[in-house]
């Protein structure tokens, strides 16, 4: 095709340029985007009572209720052989500590065999029936794998461990950051004697801000 005055048309050159500039710019707004949503995530769950878990009526229950409380975090179970003497010495350290300051959270899981059989409802029942136990129950959780639960999740990569049975106990403190992690074997009395420490500054702090 020829142009005005028998000249030939030449093709354009800066097509392909406004082509690739856009799809540059389009590029690096996604990156943008991509890099913003990781941040906010982060962000919101830059600690342990930032998630939400369900409790056992299925209901969403934010751990925000928490905050500025010491926590120790765990997966229980009904049917193990360590149940009684864990409920009973978690019982005994949530009411020796009071829940002002201070609060168990048990997490039924059914990961390790035949220990946990029914829901969540039900190992709640079977807690508070069987050893008296008052603090907090959750629904049935995962600890493992790619279903885990997400606030979990966030104990097991902070403390660089997941559990390899029933009654591991995670220490929370009251900024919602893992302080400790103990297997169900280790002893109680430390955990007593961490927590209770943790308790006393929380308490000391709040006198010094009157």
Known sequence: MEALGGYPSKPSSSRPRLVSLILTVCLCITSLYLLHAKISRNRKHADFYSFQVKDTKGRSVSLEKYRGKVSLV????SHSEQTEQNYRDLQELHRALGSTHFTVLAFPCAQYGDTELGTGRDA???????????FPFFNMIKIMGSEADPAFRFLTDSAQQIPKWNFWKFLVSAEGQVLRVWKPE?????????????????ILKKRHEL
Do not use: D
């Open 74 to 77: 765990v997966n229980v179970a």
């Open 124 to 134: 709640e029942t079977f807690a508070r029936s069987n050893y008296a136990v008052t």
């Open 186 to 202: 280790e002893s109680m009395e430390e955990i007593r004697n961490e927590a209770t420490a943790l308790v006393r500054e929380i």
